[in-house]
């Protein structure tokens, strides 16, 4: 928090600014200790108006009390929270110091009902169905992909995987590999990650959607085909469907022919594994597309960055590398299908900028 000329600067995702301190209405700032806890933490500045400008508490001892008493009552769970006194120039403010929580969700809780909120941007709104199932599972110290079924392993084959697990790493498969590796259980039942790489893979959203348009936009298909599949045949499929449809050039050199594709084999296959392995599998109704034009080939997955920002606002070469699907991505890695360090991204932009022109 900064202070310049007696005004805050200024309200984010990581602020709200409040002028007084609604008794009435509680749920309206209840609602953003909700999403400061089951996102990213925050805090709640009493005492300062829409605008930034400092204009004191005249009881700050009795709205801490108050506020204190309706987080305690009105949270489930209670997440941790503190009341720091701000004194400036004569004013007194309150900042409401939310932690973020570790036993997500945190839900409002008002007449039977319970609701949990996000931050996005600078406002605290409702979580949807997608929204609260990741933030149980982070709840529960969880990722989708590692989640058990009821679903027996013994019951499914493994075929795929492990004739693809011998020609890539030129070892001998062992199906102790699919406890390790995190597709099956102990007890014998299969992982959501196991689902995905199962023979006869029944996922409904585990699909790539691949068309070739005419021109530069969306308008007739010269080619569109769909897949449903395990996510090793997926990747096959997207691939083969790439080749078919992009076009392979060559120049004549002193002493041999040089290839000159339109797009870096690698980059693709780097930008493929990454949207299967990063996608957001908790969206039912989405699925992989290949779109490829005239002058690009765009790859869309379901579901935002991991940490809820725009890609446009980021610098590639600064993004962390972050797992949604940890599971997945490990299995991927000891298929040694991608890096294993780094960010995909900027693998995919150096190696498209490393095609000669």
Same mark, same amino acid.
């Given at each position: 928090m900064q202070i310049h000329n007696n005004t805050l600067i200024a309200e984010c995702s990581a602020y709200d600014f409040k002028e007084m301190l609604e008794r009435k209405k509680v749920k309206s700032w209840l609602k953003s200790v909700s999403a400061f806890a089951n996102t990213d933490g925050g805090s709640l500045f009493y005492g300062v108006n829409d605008d930034g400008v400092i204009v004191g508490l005249e009881n700050p001892q009795a709205d801490a009390d108050f506020i204190s008493e309706m987080i305690k009552a009105r949270l489930d769970p209670v997440p941790e929270v503190q009341l &720091?006194? &701000?004194e400036h120039e004569g004013h007194t403010l309150l900042e409401v110091k939310v932690k973020t929580g570790t036993l997500t969700p945190y839900y409002y809780y008002q007449d039977g009902t319970r609701t949990a909120y996000m931050? &996005?941007?600078n406002e605290s709104v409702e979580c949807n169905s997608q929204q609260l199932?990741?933030?149980?599972?982070k709840g $529960? #110290?969880? $990722?989708?992909d590692s989640f058990p079924t009821q679903v027996d392993a013994s019951k499914h084959s493994f075929i795929i995987l492990a004739n693809t697990f011998r020609? %890539? $790493? #030129? %070892?001998?498969? +062992?199906?102790?590999y699919l406890e390790s590796f995190g597709l099956v259980t102990p007890d014998g039942k299969?992982? +959501?990650a196991g689902l995905l790489f199962v023979d006869n893979c029944t996922v409904f959203q585990s699909r790539i959607f691949c068309t070739r348009w005419t021109g530069l936009y969306k308008d007739d298909a010269i080619g569109s085909v769909e897949h449903r599949a395990n996510l090793v045949l997926l990747l096959k499929y997207g691939m083969d469907f790439i080749k078919n449809y992009t076009m392979s050039g060559w120049v004549k050199m002193p002493n041999y022919?040089? +290839?000159l594709p339109d797009y870096s084999d690698r980059a693709i296959f780097e930008g493929l594994v990454n949207h299967l392995i990063h996608r957001d599998y908790t969206v039912m109704g989405g699925e992989v597309h290949i779109d490829i034009y005239d002058d690009r080939v765009e790859l869309v997955s379901p579901g935002a960055m991991l940490d809820g920002t725009q890609i446009q606002d980021r610098d590639i070469y600064k993004v962390p590398s972050m797992r949604r699907n940890p599971v997945i991505a490990d299995m991927f890695t000891q298929l040694d299908y991608m890096e294993k360090r780094g960010s995909g991204l900027r693998k995919m932009r150096e190696l498209t900028e490393k095609l000669p022109n």
């Amino acid at each position: 928090m900064q202070i310049h000329n007696n005004t805050l600067i200024a309200e984010c995702s990581a602020y709200d600014f409040k002028e007084m301190l609604e008794r009435k209405k509680v749920k309206s700032w209840l609602k953003s200790v909700s999403a400061f806890a089951n996102t990213d933490g925050g805090s709640l500045f009493y005492g300062v108006n829409d605008d930034g400008v400092i204009v004191g508490l005249e009881n700050p001892q009795a709205d801490a009390d108050f506020i204190s008493e309706m987080i305690k009552a009105r949270l489930d769970p209670v997440p941790e929270v503190q009341l &720091i006194p &701000i004194e400036h120039e004569g004013h007194t403010l309150l900042e409401v110091k939310v932690k973020t929580g570790t036993l997500t969700p945190y839900y409002y809780y008002q007449d039977g009902t319970r609701t949990a909120y996000m931050r &996005i941007g600078n406002e605290s709104v409702e979580c949807n169905s997608q929204q609260l199932l990741s933030l149980v599972l982070k709840g $529960t #110290h969880m $990722t989708w992909d590692s989640f058990p079924t009821q679903v027996d392993a013994s019951k499914h084959s493994f075929i795929i995987l492990a004739n693809t697990f011998r020609e %890539q $790493t #030129h %070892q001998e498969w +062992n199906d102790k590999y699919l406890e390790s590796f995190g597709l099956v259980t102990p007890d014998g039942k299969l992982t +959501n990650a196991g689902l995905l790489f199962v023979d006869n893979c029944t996922v409904f959203q585990s699909r790539i959607f691949c068309t070739r348009w005419t021109g530069l936009y969306k308008d007739d298909a010269i080619g569109s085909v769909e897949h449903r599949a395990n996510l090793v045949l997926l990747l096959k499929y997207g691939m083969d469907f790439i080749k078919n449809y992009t076009m392979s050039g060559w120049v004549k050199m002193p002493n041999y022919r040089l +290839n000159l594709p339109d797009y870096s084999d690698r980059a693709i296959f780097e930008g493929l594994v990454n949207h299967l392995i990063h996608r957001d599998y908790t969206v039912m109704g989405g699925e992989v597309h290949i779109d490829i034009y005239d002058d690009r080939v765009e790859l869309v997955s379901p579901g935002a960055m991991l940490d809820g920002t725009q890609i446009q606002d980021r610098d590639i070469y600064k993004v962390p590398s972050m797992r949604r699907n940890p599971v997945i991505a490990d299995m991927f890695t000891q298929l040694d299908y991608m890096e294993k360090r780094g960010s995909g991204l900027r693998k995919m932009r150096e190696l498209t900028e490393k095609l000669p022109n």
